[in-house]
C-alpha cells in the first residue's frame, strides 16, 4: 500500500496526511485576495468534488469486492443520506491512518485506520468527518485552496467567477485542502456531533473515547513513524483531552462503560 496525506479526524476535515500524492506538478503560489471573491456553498462543493476526483485518480481505491469496501459498505451503507447531507464514500489503500470529508459529501477512509479501529470507533471517526461538513468547516479551506491553485491575486479574484482548473491546479488544490487546519471550536464542535451521531443512532459511545485514546497511543511512538503524524498532532486538539472529554459526557448520559486499558491492535481488524 501507498502513503497519502495527514490531517483529517485528527485533525480536520477535508483536510488530510503527508502522503504519496504524485504532486511533482502542483503549484507552490501564495494566496491573496481570499474576501474578494463571492464563495458560495455550491461553489465549495463544486470544487471540492473537482479535487476529490482527482484525489480519487492519483490514489488506490479499493474494488467493490475489496474487505476493506465490503466491511465500510455495512457500517455506513444506510448513512448515504446523513441530516439532510447526501453522502458518498471510498476506502483508500494506503499505509497512513486518516479519513476525511468534504463540502460535497465526499467521504474517504483510510485503509490502515480501519485496520487499527473497531466499528464503533471507526463510526464515530466518520461521524467527525460529517460533522465537519455539516458544520460547513471546509468551506473557508476550500476557497483558500481554489485560490492558491488557481493562483489568483486580488484583482483576478474580484471578478466573482469560479475558473476552471486545470490537472495541475486540481493537484495543488487537493494539496492545499489536505494541508488545511481547523480551528479548536471547530474540532470541538465536530467532536460533539460524532457523539450526538452515535448516540442517536444506538451506536456504543465509548467507541469515540477509544478512537481518541488510539490516536493518542499513535502520537507518542517514537521513532520514523512518528515524524509525519507528530507534525498533525502538535497543530490539534490533545486526543487524551477529547477522549476525556467523551467520557464526561457519557458519564452524565448514563452511557459509560469502562473499556479498561486501550492498546492498539497487534493484528488487522479487516482482513
Known amino acids: 500500500m501507498k502513503k497519502i496525506i495527514i490531517g483529517a479526524f485528527l485533525l480536520g476535515s477535508c483536510v488530510t496526511i503527508n502522503a504519496q500524492f504524485n504532486l511533482n506538478k502542483a503549484l507552490d503560489v501564495g494566496t491573496k485576495g481570499l474576501k474578494a471573491l463571492t ?7 463544486k470544487l471540492a468534488k473537482e479535487g476529490v476526483d482527482w484525489m480519487d485518480k492519483n490514489n488506490t481505491v479499493a474494488g467493490p469486492k475489496d ?16 441530516d439532510g447531507l447526501n453522502l458518498n464514500y471510498k476506502v483508500y489503500k494506503v499505509t497512513d491512518i486518516n479519513a476525511f470529508a468534504c463540502a460535497d459529501g465526499s467521504v474517504r477512509v483510510f485503509s490502515s485506520l480501519m485496520d487499527i ?11 467527525h468527518e460529517i460533522g465537519h461538513v455539516k458544520n460547513e468547516d471546509t468551506k473557508d479551506a476550500i476557497k483558500s485552496a481554489y485560490l492558491k491553485a488557481a ?10 467567477t469560479i475558473a476552471t482548473l486545470n490537472d495541475s491546479q486540481l493537484g495543488a488544490m487537493a494539496n492545499a485542502m489536505l494541508d488545511a487546519s481547523h480551528s479548536k471550536k471547530q474540532e470541538s464542535e ?17 467507541g469515540a473515547y477509544r478512537a481518541f485514546k488510539k490516536l493518542a497511543l499513535l502520537s507518542e511512538e517514537g521513532g520514523a513513524k512518528q515524524s509525519g503524524f507528530q507534525k498533525m498532532f502538535n497543530s490539534h486538539p490533545d ?7 467523551i467520557k464526561k459526557r457519557a458519564e452524565k448520559d448514563g452511557l459509560w462503560k ?9 493484528t488487522k481488524l479487516t482482513k
Do not use: C, W
Not at 493562483?151 to 466573482?160: E, L, P, R
Not at 465536530?190 to 465509548?206: E, H, R
Not at 486526543?239 to 472529554?245: G, L
Open 151 to 160: 493562483a489568483m491575486d486580488a484583482a483576478s479574484a474580484s471578478s466573482k
Open 39 to 45: 464563495f458560495t456553498n455550491a461553489d465549495a462543493a
Open 117 to 127: 479501529m473497531t466499528d464503533d470507533e471507526l463510526l464515530a471517526v466518520i461521524g
Open 239 to 245: 486526543s487524551n483531552k477529547r477522549a476525556e472529554a
Open 190 to 206: 465536530a467532536d460533539t456531533y460524532s457523539y450526538d451521531f452515535m448516540k442517536a443512532n444506538g451506536y456504543d459511545v465509548v
Open 67 to 82: 474487505p476493506y469496501t465490503v466491511r465500510l459498505n455495512k457500517l455506513f451503507a444506510k448513512h448515504k443520506s446523513q
Open 258 to 266: 469502562d473499556p479498561g486499558t486501550v492498546t492498539l491492535p497487534t
